[in-house]
């Protein structure tokens, strides 16, 4: 990838407010935060071509949202499950270098609104995972993640159609051969 001069960047600042609680009940480890966050002078990426770009500030960028976890182990079966909800919106209007969309002006410029969603973050993000001891020396295990819908890089006025959500599905299994020796296996 080849970058061009960056125009002078200012420094990001961040104010972020986060509220939560956890704790434990019986044997289940709870989490729950809500959170906002505001940068000021954020960076992004914009391109000048097909594969050239470059970094520039934009005003001021919010990633809002709420986080749920659930966790427990229970002698054979250790568990946890989370959610993430994060709306990251642009909270100003600005013009964005993006010379390949189909949308863009002779100049290669698209208008971004303030309230359009931040390209590559999805919307909701899902994960669990279990690890299984079937015995004192073999456990099996798995995970799931989640990612929801996102906007593409280079569409950041939000006028393209979204990159459609995915799951990924991974196993895992460890196998104690010795007190020096664990044998392991992943199928990611």
């Not at 909270?91 to 993006?98: A, N």
């Not at 690890?131 to 996102?150: C, F, K, P, R, T």
């Amino acid at each position: 990838n080849a970058f061009l001069a960056d125009p002078p960047l200012d420094q990001v600042v961040t104010t972020n407010s986060e509220l939560g609680i956890r704790g434990q009940w019986n044997s289940l480890d709870f989490e729950l935060n809500v959170f906002n966050a505001k940068n000021e002078d954020d960076i992004i990426f914009q391109t000048t071509g097909r594969s050239t770009g470059l970094f520039a500030n934009v005003d001021e960028t919010r990633r809002r949202g709420v986080e749920a976890a659930l966790k427990n182990s229970n002698g054979k079966l250790d568990w946890q499950v989370s959610v993430s909800h994060i709306n990251a919106t642009f909270e100003d209007s600005f013009m964005v270098l993006s010379p390949n969309h189909p949308n863009a002006d002779e100049n290669g410029e698209l208008a971004v609104r303030s309230g359009d969603r931040l390209p590559g973050l999805p919307e909701t993000i899902f994960k669990m995972n279990g690890m299984y001891h079937v015995s004192e020396q073999l456990s099996v295990g798995a995970d799931l993640i989640y990612n929801s819908d996102q906007i593409m890089r280079g569409d950041e006025a939000n006028e393209l159609d979204k990159v459609d959500g995915y799951a990924l599905v991974n196993l895992r299994a460890t196998y104690k051969a010795g007190s020096n020796l664990l044998i392991f296996a992943r199928v990611t």
